[in-house]
């Protein structure tokens, strides 16, 4: 992507940190839903629902915890949670019923 040439040097290398690693997040996240996926034919295989509520809720509790410490809005880290959350959960119901 290139920047106009007024762009300051700092922004441009601000911005190339941000874009690394967004890339990260992307290869983190797809590497996440590889092993759901296979959390969800184990499932689907020894006929165990979907979702598992206890399992969700002390991740959630886990991972508010992480962002604390590590500086990020607990609710924000959440909300994110649970959007991943719902989707695997969508995925592993699409895997119990073929």
């Not at 441009?12 to 996440?32: F, P, T």
């Not at 839903?33 to 979702?51: S, Y």
């Amino acid at each position: 992507m290139t920047q106009p040439a007024s762009t300051p040097s700092e922004l441009v290398r601000l911005r190339a940190s941000i874009d690394n690693i967004d890339a990260a997040l992307i290869h983190l996240l797809a590497e996440r839903f590889k092993c759901t996926q296979q959390v969800g034919e184990l499932k689907a295989r020894e006929g165990m629902p979907p979702a598992d509520p206890a399992r969700e809720e002390a991740q959630i509790a886990r991972l508010r915890g992480l962002a604390d410490e590590a500086g990020l809005d607990p609710t924000f880290a959440e909300k994110f949670l649970n959007f991943v959350i719902a989707e695997v959960i969508h995925h592993h119901e699409a895997i119990a019923h073929g």
